[in-house]
């Protein structure tokens, strides 16, 4: 099932001088329960991608169809921002930016309570991504790759159709980032979310069902890695 479908987005940041086309028609569809990965250098405009898919950012053009319907075209938004952000999107960053005077399964409840779903899902979740025994634990008393465990519970909430993270295992030692990559395939499979990942590791891409790379602003299939 397609969970989203972009055609043509463009994208300018600046004018003149300053002008950066950070995207040039890129098209891209993203099947539930399948894991992608978007490589390419910085500057590529991957973030700009990750944000524009995530409606964070409008393009300049394109479409954007989510679950089959049209939500963006040249005439503009055709569905609430603030709805598809509540029930269609999980985000996930390089930094887990946890609220830090909160109990890593109460900043997943504040989640649940946001996207409405059963404040039991926080530990649900917690369990599930193998950080459970930790659920009462400050932010600051956990690993790297804890938080990041903790902040993709926080970014599945919502139980979103389209998960999207931008570099998160960066900030990651060698195995850690590759534990996490491997949940994420873990989350297209179970969660009934599709997947798109921000990454420059090349080490875990056996990871993912399909490669993307973007150059200069163009998305492509990628170059043998
Ligand atoms: N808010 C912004 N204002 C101006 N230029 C930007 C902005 N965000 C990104 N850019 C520029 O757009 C290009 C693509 O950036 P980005 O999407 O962040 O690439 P990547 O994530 O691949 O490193 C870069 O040249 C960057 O400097
Ligand atoms: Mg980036």
């Known amino acids: 099932m397609e969970a989203i479908r972009a055609e043509h987005l463009s994208k300018h940041y600046g004018e003149g001088d300053t002008l950066v086309r950070a995207l040039t028609d890129a098209s891209l569809v ?55 952000r509540r029930s269609f999107f999980g985000f996930v960053f390089q930094r887990p930016n946890l609220v830090p005077f909160l109990s890593a399964q109460k900043n997943v409840e504040l989640a649940c309570e946001i996207g409405g779903t059963p404040k039991r899902r926080a530990r649900e979740l917690l369990e599930w991504l193998d950080v459970g025994h930790r659920a009462s634990a400050m932010p600051d008393t956990l690993s790297g790759g804890e938080q990041q465990r903790v902040a993709i519970a926080r970014a599945l909430a919502n139980k979103p159709r389209l998960l999207l993270a931008d570099e998160p295992t960066a900030a990651l030692d060698k195995e850690r980032g590759r534990a996490v990559m491997e949940l994420f395939r873990r989350v297209a499979r179970e969660q009934g979310a599709a997947v798109l990942v921000v990454t420059h590791d090349h080490r875990t891409l056996d990871v993912f069902d399909e490669l993307h790379e973007m150059e200069d602003g163009r998305l492509g299939p990628a170059h043998a890695a």
């Open 30 to 84: 993203l099947h539930t329960g399948s894991v992608v990965a978007l490589l390419g250098p910085s500057g590529a405009g991957k973030s700009t991608l990750v944000k524009t898919l995530g409606l964070v950012t409008l393009p300049d053009s394109g479409r954007i169809y989510m679950d089959g319907a049209l939500v963006l075209d040249e005439r503009g938004l055709h569905a609430s921002v603030q709805e598809l």
